[in-house]
């Protein structure tokens, strides 16, 4: 059984640019959700992807967008990078919808915008 | 607008002794509380989670206890070792009705530091 992995796991990126994030889930589950951690704060749900489809969101802009794919891997883009978007990226597949379920976290992505 | 608390930045432990990790929230639909460990480097590692039903929950050395009145769980580590050294992150969870998504409201952590 694999666990969640999350490439790549440190990215620099200017201001303005965009990047995208990815995220193989754990072997089974067909639930990913992404959350960003600011330093020294908790992980923020970003969103959440069942079955290829967006699931739930959390407050962030429009310009966080995301992907499943057939296989339940997933990515995050994120357009018009900001300084603020400097953060930990941290995938998270669980198995279930609407179940309460344990997440698995992958190691995340630390991006730096400068 | 922090849903889930953690007061407590930081706390230090003399190895063999009780850790208390505390976690206050707000939201009354929340159903679902978890608590993760997370080490530098790596994502936060599921470790234990209570159900609103229940008001306790043992797992081995870690023991959670919900009281629902207070909206405060807690996190009971005995006996604490060296490995247990780490940001504890409280989590609790409400299911969105229309969707059925489940995310995760999380504290701010707290970093245990358990010494020899």
């Known amino acids: 059984e694999t666990g969640v992995t999350q490439s790549p796991t440190h990215l620099i990126k200017t201001r303005g640019q965009q990047v995208t994030l990815r995220c193989s889930s754990q072997s089974g589950h067909n639930t990913v959700s992404w959350y960003q951690q600011a330093l020294g704060q908790g992980p923020q749900f970003i969103f959440q992807y069942y079955r290829e489809e967006e699931n739930g969101r959390g407050n962030f802009p429009p310009r966080f967008s995301g992907l499943q794919f057939p296989n339940y891997s997933s990515e995050l883009n994120v357009n018009a990078l900001e300084l603020d978007d400097s953060a930990l990226y941290l995938c998270?597949?669980?198995?279930?919808?609407?179940?309460?379920?344990?997440?698995?976290f992958g190691q995340g992505t630390r991006l730096t915008v400068v | 607008d922090q849903q889930v608390k953690q007061n407590s930045p930081s706390l230090s432990v003399q190895e063999g002794r009780i850790s208390i990790l505390n976690c206050d929230y707000t939201?009354?639909?929340?159903?679902?509380f978890l608590w993760y460990k997370k080490y530098p480097a790596e994502g936060p590692t599921f470790l234990i989670s209570i159900s609103s039903i229940k008001d306790k929950n043992e797992d081995g050395r870690f023991t959670v206890f919900l009281n629902k009145s207070a909206k405060h769980l807690s996190l009971h580590i005995v006996p604490s070792q060296p490995g247990d050294s780490a940001v504890y992150f409280c989590?609790?969870?409400?299911?969105?009705?229309?969707?059925?998504?489940?995310?995760?409201?999380f504290g701010t952590g707290t970093r245990l530091t358990v010494i020899p």
């Open positions: 998270a597949s669980s198995s279930g919808q609407g179940t309460n379920t344990e997440a698995f």
């Open positions: 939201n009354s639909m929340f159903d679902y």
């Open positions: 989590a609790a969870s409400t299911r969105l009705v229309q969707t059925g998504a489940n995310n995760l409201f």
